[in-house]
């Protein structure tokens, strides 16, 4: 998996705050009329699925709670089902939550080490038994429910809910989740807000008069533009081959059949 630096949690939901807050959700035609969300279960799993695709290679996203290695992109660790990155401190995060809830686990004798490296790419104090101890971790469903709470806290409902904000659709919803899974939402020009800020300068979204189609192209477009700032992200084919590829054919509601590629590989939902 490779994305930019995030926020922690704790800072992000602060920021997330600030940002709904000041956007109000206007009774547009288009808002009411997504009585399904990307927050149904069944697209739930699409969206799973389809972030997989781009981060895993893969459709099974639940073989990726053991999931970890460093990918030498300068975050340390990269972990989980979305990415828990030891120096952006998401990871910390997510093992003080799990330590909460079970109290002596495995990884929590590495919460002093992952309070150290937070904000570097260093292994100081996780090395040699922290990635056989995360897939022990993994093993148990607690582990396994706390990354969901995570996902859905951090990225999945934020962007779900800045999406419905604006009067997106499904496909709307899952392209705020995408982008904020790989740029996070902090204050730097990559971030999501920033991504998005830069399409409102192109279109307005559905809740403030715009047409959904032409707002989520100048999205994409700015998404683009994101992710070729940085050389890790310079293939846009998860935009290009997939995402675009929906908005084209007017599949705003992202209903199966779908078929999709990512880095040229392909990949399907029925």
């Not at 807000?193 to 399409?199: C, E, G, V, Y």
């Not at 533009?225 to 992200?233: F, G, L, N, R, Y």
Request: proline share 5%.
């Amino acid at each position: 998996m490779k994305h930019p630096a995030r926020t922690s949690r704790r800072t992000l939901l602060a920021l997330v705050g600030a940002s709904l807050a000041s956007v109000p959700l206007l009774n547009s035609p288009h808002a009411s009329a997504a009585a399904v969300g990307l927050d149904d279960p069944a697209k739930k799993e699409i969206a799973m699925k389809l972030v997989s695709s781009a981060e895993n290679s893969s459709l099974d996203w639940k073989a990726q709670y053991k999931y970890i290695e460093d990918i030498g992109d300068g975050r340390g660790y990269t972990a989980g089902i979305i990415g828990f990155c030891s120096g952006t401190g998401d990871m910390l995060d997510l093992v003080e939550l799990y330590t909460d809830r079970r109290p002596g686990n495995v990884l929590a004798p590495y919460l002093p080490a992952l309070r150290r490296v937070d904000g570097t790419d260093s292994h100081d104090g996780l090395d040699p038994n922290f990635p056989r101890d995360w897939a022990r971790a993994a093993q148990d469903q607690e582990f396994r429910r706390a990354q969901d709470d995570e996902r859905d806290r951090v990225y999945f409902g934020p962007a779900v809910r800045q999406g419905k904000t604006d009067g997106l659709r499904v496909l709307g919803q899952f392209a705020y989740y995408d982008a904020i899974v790989m740029h996070g939402d902090g204050t730097d020009q990559t971030s999501f807000r920033n991504i998005r800020k830069r399409a409102l300068n192109q279109a307005r979204p559905p809740a403030q008069g715009g047409d959904e189609v032409t707002y989520l192209h100048a999205f994409l477009d700015a998404r683009v533009w994101a992710m070729k700032q940085e050389e890790a992200h310079s293939d846009t084919s998860r935009v290009d081959t997939a995402q675009r590829v929906f908005l084209r054919a007017g599949n705003l509601d992202l209903n199966p059949p779908l078929d999709w590629k990512v880095y040229g590989d392909s990949y399907h939902i029925g």
